[in-house]
């Protein structure tokens, strides 16, 4: 006997032995075999049509996504509250940086602000403020800055590192004054996706952290109408879609509920991204 | 009778006895463990379509060079490039028909992801999810494996086990399909015992920390949690070829199942009772 029949042999032997244990023959045993590898492809398919069921069950869903408050909890509580994204250099800085989402605005409005240069435009900052206000662009850039080169980490997987500048969020609000209730910040923009103008929100945490800045200057330029002109929100510990583009109004609100589907943004609400997107 | 592994040993076990192999903590993890990183990889290869392609560095993005990238030509063939290397993968990557017969331009097909339809914010509550299931299982694993001796009889290779005509004379058995027999089929071998804890001590542990460090909040936190990798994009590709590791683990690891015995092996991992193997005539 050659060495390969020898060792068919004894892989003939394998099944054979676990079926004398239990007391099988060798007829049932193919039977059994063949029951098995039926069964394996049965499940497979069971398996991945079981996916997208359960993938559709409200109760699995409320479990998996309460994951999100897990993340925003847990990274918070080893984060601390104003650790820093890391800043990068100008060596650092992507040759391209991608423009995602909503790359032009056709609302007329803001087509011919555009074109004027956003000379009459001005932020609408209001909700739970005690100073309604309406900030030209000249008032933003001659507030105090923050420059920072930080890396922009889209959801999709892709990341590309930039160099932003522009107030601070926190001093924007500062002028108008939060009241006690306001607990989030909104962001209205211009850009729409079908009939629905893009928003999106966070929390004070991350509004009043140092990295959060209404940026209207980017690599040195002012902001392209691709990446948000004539504002856009920088926040650094979250992903790309939370930093929205063409900011045109601010809203402090006491509660998400009652803002389009309630969930803080438009791929929350539209999409199930989470709201919380540190990770 | 609850000893396990290599402490029945000495017993005078023979081929054909019943024997108690894997402990409780062993087989719940392992259960656990294996439908965990199903969902993590089915899920994660949705991920990856969301944008398939890989670079090395902090920074990556569309016009940026990639080191591995699927995608679909013009004419409809799908393609994996590694480096310089192309090869043309229609119907499996790149450019594949789903089960409703529509062609998709996907990397990974459907029938590999979770949900089986591109869904980005799907996919990530899934992953995100059994994240914490992986991490924790196997941080709470590796804790109660240092405190029952798991780790010590039954993984750690000793040094007589590292000699390179050991490990040799242990290759060739395997690929001859000559495993052990009797009482010597409760020990791992110099084989098994790098598998497992290539798995446990690397490939898992690798997947983890990789995974964190792409994460923008954590990256506030610790930095050189992404550092160490050599930036953002780096990590997603360490991640991805981690991935593939553990696949590759998976195939041989099922693979030496069937040849061992299924029956029997997948009994020992589920109730714990395994029948040694009978010793080889001649």
Not at chain 1, 132 to 157: F, K, N, Y
Not at chain 2, 2 to 24: F, P, S, Y
Not at chain 2, 204 to 216: C, D, E, H, N, R
């Amino acid at each position: 006997m050659s060495d390969r029949n020898k060792s068919l042999s004894r892989l003939r032997e394998g099944p054979s032995l676990a079926s004398r244990a239990s007391g099988m023959g060798e007829a049932q045993l193919i039977t059994r075999r063949r029951l098995l590898g039926a069964g394996v492809l049965g499940a497979g398919g069971l398996v991945l049509s079981g996916c997208d069921r359960l993938n559709e069950s409200p109760g699995l869903r409320s479990l998996l996504e309460s994951a999100e408050g897990l993340h925003m909890r847990s990274q918070r509580l080893i984060t601390g509250r104003d650790a820093l994204a890391r800043e990068f250099s100008e060596g650092d800085m992507s040759p391209t940086f991608r423009a995602n989402g909503n790359r032009e605005v056709a609302d007329n409005a803001y087509r011919q602000h555009l074109a004027q240069g956003f000379t009459q435009w001005s932020l609408t900052v209001g909700g739970l403020v005690s100073r309604p206000l309406a900030l030209p662009l000249a008032m933003l850039m001659a507030m105090s800055q923050r420059e920072q080169i930080t890396r922009h980490d889209c959801v999709e997987g892709w990341s590309a590192i930039g160099k932003w500048q522009g107030p601070q969020l926190s001093r924007v609000l500062d002028l108008a004054g939060l009241r006690p209730q306001a607990r989030y910040i909104v962001f209205h923009c211009a850009d729409r996706f079908g009939t629905t103008p893009y928003y999106e929100s966070i929390d004070l945490v991350d509004a009043l952290h140092p990295q959060t800045i209404l940026a209207w200057r980017m690599n040195g330029q002012p902001l392209p109408e691709a990446h948000g002109a004539p504002l856009r929100l920088r926040v650094e510990r979250q992903l790309g879609y939370k930093h929205a583009k063409y900011v045109m109004r601010i809203e402090a609100r006491a509660t998400l509920a009652g803002l389009y589907g309630g969930k803080g943004g438009y791929w929350e609400d539209s999409n199930a991204y989470q709201w919380y997107a540190g990770i | 009778m609850n000893k396990a592994g290599a402490e029945a040993d000495a017993e005078g076990l023979k081929g054909g006895d019943l024997v108690r192999r894997h402990r409780l903590s062993t087989r719940v993890w392992h259960w656990v463990n294996a439908v965990t990183v199903i969902v993590m990889l089915m899920s994660g290869l949705m991920i990856f379509n969301a944008h398939p392609r890989l670079y090395w560095g902090e920074y990556g993005a569309n016009a940026d060079p990639a080191w591995l990238e699927i995608g679909g030509t013009r004419a409809g063939q799908g393609m994996l490039r590694i480096g310089g290397l192309t090869i043309e993968t229609t119907g499996v990557l790149g450019v594949w028909t789903d089960g409703e017969g529509v062609v998709r331009r996907r990397a990974f097909p459907g029938w590999a992801t979770i949900p089986s339809k591109y869904n980005l914010a799907d996919a990530r509550i899934w992953h995100l999810a059994f994240a914490w299931v992986l991490a924790l299982g196997l941080l709470l694993y590796l804790l109660w494996s240092l405190v029952n001796g798991h780790v010590r009889r039954d993984l750690h290779i000793t040094r007589g086990e590292w000699r390179p005509s050991r490990i040799w004379h242990d290759l060739k058995e395997h690929a001859g399909l000559r495993f052990p027999t009797g009482s010597a089929a409760l020990r791992y071998n110099i084989l098994q015992k790098l598998a497992y804890a290539g798995v446990i001590f690397v490939l898992l542990p690798v997947m983890i920390l990789t995974g964190l460090a792409m994460s923008p909040g954590m990256n506030a936190s610790w930095p050189l949690l992404t550092e160490i990798w050599g930036g953002r994009q780096s990590a997603r590709s360490i991640h991805f070829i981690a991935a593939f590791g553990l696949v590759a683990f998976a195939v041989v690891h099922i693979l030496m199942v069937v040849l061992a015995g299924p029956i029997n092996e997948i009994r020992s991992m589920v109730t714990g009772w395994y029948r040694l193997p009978k010793e080889r005539a001649g």
